[in-house]
Every structure is written in structure tokens, then in C-alpha cells.
């Protein structure tokens, strides 16, 4: 992979949304990132072809992505407060831990099993 990355888990899968004549494609993918004080929520498009590769994707994944920014400029008229705007393209992804994969937690050890009621100290 190229590029800056971010790592998170999956928040966020959008449709594929379709924009203009010209049928522009754009899917959003939310990732969150939580590092122990706060919760960020990142906001990643997938553009055309790069839609459909999301399919890949499930809630919860923990991934990492490639990316590149893009901004633009934005104003009504000449009189009226030029905005700008920033978003991060997504350009590919890996795939780290799929939601719900145990492989890489240790199995229970049967002699440390919680007490049952008739067991507990208190």
C-alpha cells in the first residue's frame, strides 16, 4: 500500500450514490478510532470503481487504508464567503481482523472457568 494510511475499525458502510450525467460514483465508509480518551470518526470515499471493492467490507473490520486528500474552493458569487472543503479519497484497503474473528484470542483455559453459583466466595 501507497500513500498515507489510516487504521480503524469499520463504523460506516453507505450505498454507492450516483451523481450527474457523466454517473459519478461515490460510497462513504466511516472508520472509528478509538484511542482510549475519545472516539474519532473518519470519513473516507470510495470513488467509481473503487465503490464496489467495499462489498469486501463489513461493519466492524478492522482495516487499514490508503488514502490521498482532495479540496476544493466554493463560492455563491463574488460577494458571498469563499468556502473550502476537504475530503480523503479512498485508494485501497487491507483487510487486518474481520469482525467477529476469534483466531487471534487465546483459548479459555477450562481450569480457570468462572464459579458457579454453588462455588462463588461470597
Not at 65 to 82: A, F, H, T
Not at 93 to 115: H, Y
Request: net charge negative; proline share 6%.
Amino acid at each position: 500500500m501507497s500513500g498515507p494510511m489510516v487504521r480503524g475499525n469499520v463504523h460506516v458502510i453507505e450505498d454507492t450514490k450516483t451523481y450527474g450525467q457523466n454517473g459519478f460514483r461515490k460510497r462513504l465508509v466511516v472508520l472509528e478510532q478509538d484511542n482510549g480518551r475519545f472516539v474519532n470518526y473518519l470519513p473516507l470515499d470510495f470513488i467509481q470503481d473503487a465503490c464496489d471493492s467495499v462489498d469486501e467490507l463489513t461493519l466492524g473490520d478492522e482495516v487499514e487504508i490508503s488514502y490521498r486528500l482532495s479540496g476544493r474552493k466554493w463560492q455563491r458569487d463574488q460577494q458571498s464567503e469563499v468556502k473550502y472543503f476537504l475530503s480523503a479519497e479512498a485508494t485501497e484497503f487491507k483487510v487486518l481482523q474481520k469482525a467477529g474473528d476469534k483466531s487471534d484470542r487465546p483459548t479459555p483455559d477450562p481450569s480457570e472457568a468462572p464459579f458457579t453459583d454453588d462455588e462463588a466466595p461470597f
